[in-house]
């Protein structure tokens, strides 16, 4: 008798926690989402891909985020993807962001989502969005610096956006000064980048998601009872968890 695998069980925890977040915070009433991210817990163990849309030409260079020293040298093509791997969550600088392996052009590091953001121009410093954020809450960003200090930086947190196939919520970011002209658009419930497009210092960057192992929840506002659904789900997953307790007992 074979057992579901660790990843079919996890998956269905993170379906799981998708549909008390949507339960809990009204999604499928068109209401807004305070939460950024799913629990950190769920990240480590995913993988997530996303294609170049457009770049700079020539070589770039990657630092060491925080302590600000040169790492390698770098460069991509139109077409190429980025993937990243996700192996942990660590804190830095008192925020939560996540750590893995990229592959992007003829670089591949270990490295961690701050740093990732940080060279890749999806920040607004002090703040790093980067491929995954983990933001806690996205509906008093803009009360903090750099947000509540910048006149040329706007969120929106009650944006929509197509990506795989598939409707969803989103929070979206713009900032245009004379140094940096970003957007970067997260769906609004796991935190992951579905579009970023920025140019800064003479760098230019445009991505888009083509592959997520979180599934991304669609926005499903004709759906009826939704604490009907997380019923069901909670019943499915209970029971299958006694019955594999069961077979090993």
């Keep these: 008798m074979s057992y579901p695998?660790?990843?079919?069980?996890?998956?269905?925890?993170?379906?799981?926690?998708?549909?008390?977040?949507?339960?809990?915070?009204?999604l499928t009433n068109n209401q807004k989402?305070?939460?950024?991210?799913?629990?950190?817990?769920?990240?480590?163990?995913?993988?997530?891909?996303?294609?170049?849309?457009?770049?700079?030409?020539?070589?770039?260079?990657?630092?060491?985020?925080?302590?600000?020293?040169t790492i390698a040298n770098w460069h991509a093509n139109i077409n190429d993807e980025i993937s990243y791997n996700v192996n942990d969550v660590i804190q830095i600088e008192n925020k939560d962001y996540t750590k893995g392996s990229l592959n992007m052009g003829n670089l591949s590091l270990a490295t961690n989502d701050h740093a990732i953001g940080t060279n890749l121009a999806f920040s607004y410093y002090p703040w790093v969005g980067g491929l995954i954020s983990l933001e806690k809450d996205w509906m008093t960003l803009g009360e903090v610096t750099p947000f509540s200090a910048n006149v040329n930086i706007t969120i929106d947190t009650d944006s929509k956006a197509t990506i795989l196939g598939k409707e969803v919520s989103t929070v979206k970011f713009k900032l245009n000064d004379s140094s940096q002209q970003t957007e970067l658009v997260y769906e609004i419930e796991t935190g992951v980048l579905v579009f970023g497009k920025t140019s800064a210092f003479g760098f230019?960057?445009?991505?888009?998601?083509?592959?997520?192992?979180?599934?991304?929840?669609?926005?499903?506002p004709s759906v009826p009872q939704p604490g009907l659904i997380c019923f069901l789900v909670s019943i499915s997953l209970l029971t299958l968890t006694l019955k594999i307790n069961r077979r090993r007992s």
Excluded at 58 to 65: D, H, L, P, Q, V
Excluded at 204 to 219: K, M, V, Y
């Design 33 to 69: 989402f305070a939460s950024g991210s799913l629990p950190v817990v769920l990240y480590p163990g995913e993988s997530f891909s996303w294609v170049i849309d457009d770049i700079s030409t020539g070589t770039n260079i990657w630092i060491n985020s925080t302590l600000w020293f």
């Design 204 to 220: 230019n960057l445009e991505i888009h998601l083509s592959s997520s192992s979180i599934p991304l929840p669609s926005i499903t």
């Design 5 to 26: 695998s660790k990843r079919t069980l996890r998956i269905s925890k993170i379906f799981f926690v998708i549909i008390l977040l949507q339960m809990t915070f009204g």
